[in-house]
């Protein structure tokens, strides 16, 4: 990046528009933004700290890295752990993987949706809930699986997935 674009600073008063301190970013630029390969860890830490990786933020990150806009959006998209939208407070990642389908995720999935009254892949209206299918989560044996902010939840039924989101719920409102 030659000493007289102000591309970054571009960016940087973008992401101050949509309320994003791109600030808070800096120390992991610090440590990663100049090393080899690290683009998959300086993604982690920003979604660590924004909670999701807006397109304006990824942009940001490709100037401040020298990484092709392209490159960094292909990769934010190409991994699930990379979330271009906000999430509720609580992800709720439901397996569909063979095992868990053979077992009945799609009956999980009708239950999920009736309880929270939404679709795969929306957010409840009060912010608390996301549900997002996933090809896997490497659990096969406890199929089938939900994974809520990575705490693994197995061999469910209807009834114990909507149990489960119902004891969240009642914590939330305590």
Known sequence: MSSNCNCAQQAFA???KVG??????????????KI??????ILQH?????????IVLLNYIAIKTGIKPAKVL???????????????????????GTACHVNGSVDIETAVCEELNIKE????????????NVACLGCCSLSPVMM?????????????AKEIIAEIKAKEAE
Do not use: H, W
């Open 14 to 16: 973008e992401l101050e």
């Open 20 to 33: 994003i301190d791109a600030t808070l970013l800096e120390p992991v630029f610090d440590k990663y933004g």
């Open 36 to 41: 080899e390969g690290s683009l998959i860890t």
């Open 46 to 54: 920003a979604q660590d700290i924004y909670g999701y990786l807006p």
């Open 74 to 96: 292909g990769v934010a998209t190409f991994y699930a752990q990379f979330r271009l939208e906000p999430v509720g407070k609580y992800l709720i990642m439901l397996c569909q």
């Open 121 to 132: 892949g929306e957010t409840t209206p009060d912010g608390l809930f996301t549900l997002n």
């Open 148 to 160: 809520i902010n990575g705490e693994t939840y197995g061999t469910l039924t209807p009834t114990k």
